[in-house]
């Protein structure tokens, strides 16, 4: 599955567009592992 504002939440966490992510529930925010994994690298990148 395809998620367009995931995938450009990440790239405005990677640019400073946004300084950070606040959720309620880790399975609300990333739905395959994957996900999970790309937002670990963004984090650990900025």
Known sequence: MVRPRFH???A???A???D???FYDLDRLVRQ???L???IDI???V
């Open 16 to 18: 400073g567009v946004v």
């Open 8 to 10: 450009q939440l990440l």
């Open 33 to 35: 592992p994957r996900d």
């Open 43 to 45: 984090i650990e990148y």
């Open 20 to 22: 950070g992510v606040v």
């Open 12 to 14: 405005d966490l990677a």
């Open 37 to 39: 994994e790309d937002l």
